[in-house]
Nanobody, 125 residues
Framework: QVQLTESGGGLVQAGDSLRLSCAAS????????IGWFREVPGGEREFVAW????????RYADSVKGRFTISRDNANDMGYLQMTNLNVEDTAVYYC??????????????????WGHGTQVTVSS
């Protein structure tokens, strides 16, 4: 089990950048896949990106590809989501998640057993 805390959200204008952080506590952070998801009111939790245990593999939703970058620092139990060229459609609560599941569809939020409480990102036009 790992406990996750997101930070870095805020109100920005379209075209701006933000970096979200995910601080982890608990054991074996480096053995967990880290995922970022987002949710708008009344909507489903949407996959944004995941990163492998060692950071060597990543995957992005088509809507953020080329604009967002996921990374991690296992030495400090941290995960990050660098977001650039933000647009209004990126407005959502962003969640950091972690799973120790080996294999499976890491785009699926149901696969993740550890979640943070989320951080609000609001992009104005």
């Amino acid at each position: 089990q790992v406990q996750l805390t997101e930070s870095g959200g805020g109100l920005v204008q379209a075209g701006d950048s933000l970096r979200l952080s995910c601080a982890a506590s608990g054991r074996y952070f480096s053995r967990h896949i880290i995922g970022w998801f987002r949710e708008v009111p009344g909507g489903e939790r949407e996959f944004v990106a995941w990163i492998s245990w060692d950071g060597g593999s990543t995957r992005y939703a088509d809507s953020v590809k080329g604009r967002f970058t996921i990374s991690r620092d296992n030495a400090n139990d941290m995960g990050y989501l660098q977001m650039t060229n933000l647009n209004v459609e990126d407005t959502a609560v962003y969640y950091c998640a972690a799973t120790a599941t080996i294999g499976g569809n890491w785009l699926d939020s149901m696969l993740y057993e550890n979640w943070g409480h989320g951080t609000q990102v609001t992009v104005s036009s």
